[in-house]
């Protein structure tokens, strides 16, 4: 373990936003790290950077990243683990969006495929972040085939850049993200084309799109690129995920017909519940509890409101403004230590503010 | 005009949120107002709070908003009419948030259909506010068959309650609901079930579903009560939105099963535009600009550039945390007045961010 958890030698291909972020973490973790772009520009950028220290193959490299567009990941991954044969000091792991191809694809004890959920709007290395993956959910995808020493290294090194990794089989992963990512994106895509190609009075439209169909359909506002490899790689799962919606969406039409408002205030009561116990973004739901408190549509509020946060040393974990269903009036949906629940009351509350305070656990 | 842009008498059935903020708007207008309520302890708070001055039905009322469930609109506004047949002092008008059925139903000169679109999370008199409107859309749908002097009160009266007035055919304001707010609705609602019902490892669900899926399901999370009369009366509009919307799921299969990549290309890419072309929420769209700041997914964030900006004395317009598709980080979108971009982008340039500014218009 020392060799990995302390200076090595690392190697990153591919030098987008998420490579760069991974080669500068591991620098700041000790790592001595080589990387590779098919754009050289990009590569000699990364250089000029400090992103990594030499543009180079490094046949030293005790472990791998890949991190090029999703459908070169297999090929690239078999070339690195093919030009060292049983070399088990080697480990190569990847950061696609999709898994089950990939790790069907390569078919070696030393690879373990990965899916950091981290992000950013940012492209290349200069928006390479060492910081990015801290807090992060990583999932890993080892199966019966990987060699336990090879998983157990990524997870050590993944673990150094702080992020908190989850094991899941690779189908299962493709079938979670096909059901809260790729779904919801060709969703809101399909919604937000529905209502552009509706209204000639476009200017109308707009006035009538409040804040729920704007949180609906924020996620197509995305840069497109990255969808074609994605809905490609994990149409199998998406296939499954947009039947079942599909399947949903007759019976809803059936409701609508029938008029069964029974099964309609079912359906409702059920997504309501499930929405309301889908915690904003708490690690350990048991330390935070949650303040809904009605604000006007305002921004000045929010500077008012984190303010006061921030002058009681209240941490926000997360905050999310909930416009209303229409209107000028929304709810500011902060999530707060439970630590601080009281002090943040009496203090909302001292400003005039109306807060109700919940559980998320 | 003196008798209604004036001191008149005016009276609201049903002394809900908006209900009793119409009525709070009226008397801050100069308004006697009356009002009327089937929960009597309802009616006795309004009267309490000063929401209404007497609790009685008005027959001196020059104006009476018929504030009731949906369910109830025609039957009141009909009896409203019935009690004073002929009296031309009279209009009627309701505030509604599906247009034809009402209209259809009520068939007097006298009556405009109207549905505000404003709210919030607040209940009953309790939450009302006489600023609700202020700026809002209110649309007003006359019919060939309303008296132009009727519609003429009541849009000014509408608009002395501070609300921008939108003239709709019932079917036209119905239609664009339904693919703007009632069919979004159900698809949330299904999205979000289809992930209840998907995982079994409940936990594991919630860290994968990033901001996106938050964005997309976050109206589910509403209260269901006022939907299934809204999804009964509005059925015709939100069926075929809803067939348009299916029509558009079965294509998305076909070119998931086909990888027919450009197909798919020209979905998102025309989504992206039409989302992209969304304002926030600009009522003149030539006087601000959009201001998209990466950002580390962490509310202190949000404390700093919202200081930052009313130090400067820039007003906000808008404010949107996007969250990024995946993990910590995001991106703040405001609007700002266009006057005040350079020394907004002046001011984050020199603490570290790295904004960038878009016309809205």
């Known amino acids: ?98 898994k089950s191809r990939v790790v069907a694809a390569v078919e070696d004890p030393r690879f373990v495929g990965g899916h950091p959920m981290a992000g950013s709007e940012q492209e290349g290395p200069d928006g390479a972040d060492p910081d990015l993956f801290v807090g992060a959910t990583w999932v890993l995808t080892p199966t019966k085939a990987t060699d336990p020493e090879a998983f157990r290294r990524v997870r050590s090194v993944v673990g150094t850049l702080g992020a908190d990794v989850v094991e899941l089989e690779p189908e299962r992963h493709d079938a979670l993200v096909a059901i809260v990512s790729h779904l919801p994106h060709l969703a809101a895509a399909n919604l937000m084309s529905l209502a552009a190609d509706a209204s000639t009075e476009h200017a109308v439209l707009l006035r009538l799109a409040a804040g729920g169909f704007r949180d609906m359909t924020r996620i197509a506002a995305g840069d497109p690129r990255i969808w074609p490899d994605i809905f490609r790689d994990n149409a199998d799962a998406v ?105 943040v009351r009496a203090a909302l509350v001292g400003r005039g503010y109306r807060p109700s305070f919940r559980a998320l656990a």
Chains 1, 2 share one sequence.
């Open 1 to 98: 373990m020392s060799a990995v958890g302390g200076a090595g030698r690392a190697e990153v291909v591919g030098l987008g936003l998420v490579g760069s972020s991974v080669a500068l973490a591991l620098r700041a973790a000790g790592w001595s790290v080589s990387g590779r772009d098919v754009d050289e520009e990009r590569a000699r950028r990364a250089v000029e950077l400090g992103v990594v220290e030499r543009v180079e193959a490094d046949p030293e490299a005790t472990i791998v990243f890949v991190a090029t567009p999703v459908s070169e990941i297999a090929g690239v991954a078999r070339s690195v683990l093919a030009a060292r044969p049983g070399d088990s000091r080697l480990v190569v792991t990847d950061v696609g969006g999709v």
């Open 239 to 343: 296939l499954e995920a947009l039947d079942d919606l599909r399947a949903r969406l007759d019976e809803a039409r059936r409701i609508l017909v029938e008029k069964d408002r029974d099964a309609l205030v079912a359906l409702l009561e059920r997504a309501r519940s499930a929405r309301r116990n889908l915690p904003p973004r708490a690690p350990r739901p048991e330390s935070v509890v949650e303040c809904r408190l009605p604000v006007p549509d305002r921004p000045g509020v929010l500077a008012e409101v984190t303010t006061v946060l921030g002058a009681l040393g209240a941490n926000i974990r997360d905050l999310e403004i909930a416009h209303s269903a229409e209107g000028e009036r929304g709810v500011l949906v902060l999530v707060v230590d439970a630590d601080d629940a009281e002090v």
